[in-house]
């Protein structure tokens, strides 16, 4: 059981008291006309399912029920912070971190597509 | 959170939402939501002694307010319709006399009022309340409960995972949280003292639930 501290409540409450709500941070795209068709189904229905830090979005639906952010490590279940909906996480992986991570994503895509070259450089 | 909405009390008053008086006329009597469980004969007919004491708080006026904590202007019309201030700080609760006014969340309040004043109330707020708000008179979609008694703490704590301890549970603070696999807004009004609010749809499982998690302590009704 996760002991996840609420910050509209201020205080610790016990995780049957929230729901987890998938990945934070998914921007809506601006201009929904103008995306491809690719564009758009990655908005809608592609997300993130790293091991390690993970921005996820939770409510407190037995409590205040508003929503907010956790960095939350999906290997250990170890809650990084809490942080309201519209602020930025404090707690994010290190460069060198993110860039094997985008190079992970480059390469994955790239097995189905036809451009070598974003792999390797 | 910035008012988009910033009108004066005056031109919120001339774009008036539809406020209805809620209640029946003379001839229906209004019934509570645990009407069927004839309290009133319990507590003539029943025990008189016991670790946990139980009343319905019947037929209470239940006004949600969503507003701006932020705003001065609000705030101040809130204290001149109710005499009383919004609990601004999470989890805590402000009274007069009959009015009482729960924190649910940043934005939102439960106001208690006597069941016969909730309409007027509401009128005095469409009336005093400038700017971007929301007050929805909720009142039969749910009813109050308050639990006593020497036992009271350990019941509760078979039905809730909050820490009841008065260091961390004091007099006058609210929580909303899990209560018996359903949902409460518990406030301790004294140190052996709870008023549960709870919805209608859930007062009789509540209320059988409170019978028999009270068994080994005993149950008193008043009325
Ligand atoms: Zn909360």
Request: charged letters at 20%.
């Amino acid at each position: 059981m996760l002991h996840i501290y609420c910050p509209h409540c201020a205080e610790y409450r016990v995780e049957t008291e929230f729901h987890a709500a998938g990945q934070a941070h998914i921007a809506r795209p601006l201009d929904p006309e103008a995306c491809s068709d690719q564009e758009w189904g990655e908005y809608l229905f592609f997300r993130k399912n790293p091991r390690g830090l993970h921005h996820e979005l939770w409510v407190h639906a037995a409590g205040c029920r508003k929503f907010f952010n956790m960095t939350r490590d999906t290997q250990s279940y170890e809650i990084k912070e809490v942080y309201k909906v519209g602020e930025k996480p404090s707690v994010v992986d290190s460069p060198a971190q993110q860039k094997a991570m985008s190079m992970e994503t480059v390469s994955e895509e790239t097995v189905s597509g036809e451009n070598m070259s974003g792999a390797q450089s | 959170m910035s008012d988009l909405n910033t009108m004066t009390a005056a031109e919120s008053a001339a774009t008036k939402a539809a406020v209805m008086d809620q209640l029946p006329s003379s001839e229906i009597e209004g019934q509570s939501p645990l009407h069927h469980a004839d309290l009133l004969s319990l507590a003539t007919q029943g025990p008189s002694t016991g670790g946990i004491h139980f009343r319905e708080h019947k037929l209470l006026g239940h006004l949600t307010l969503r507003c701006n904590a932020e705003n001065a202007d609000q705030l101040a019309a809130v204290e001149r319709v109710l005499g009383v201030g919004l609990p601004i700080q999470p989890l805590t609760s402000n009274e007069s006399g009959d009015y009482s006014i729960r924190w649910l969340s940043p934005d939102e309040w439960l106001i208690l009022v006597p069941g016969l004043e909730a309409f007027e109330i509401e009128t005095k707020f469409r009336d005093e309340m400038p700017g971007h708000y929301s007050l929805v008179n909720s009142s039969g979609g749910s009813t109050v409960l308050e639990l006593s008694g020497e036992n009271v703490v350990e019941l509760l704590q078979k039905a809730t995972p909050i820490d009841l301890h008065l260091k961390a549970f004091p007099v006058g603070k609210v929580v909303s949280t899990l209560f018996a696999k359903s949902t409460t807004t518990m406030r301790r009004t004294g140190e052996q003292r709870f008023e549960l609010v709870v919805r209608r749809s859930f007062s009789d499982y509540i209320w059988l639930w409170i019978q028999d998690a009270s068994l080994e302590y005993g149950l008193v009704i008043e009325a």
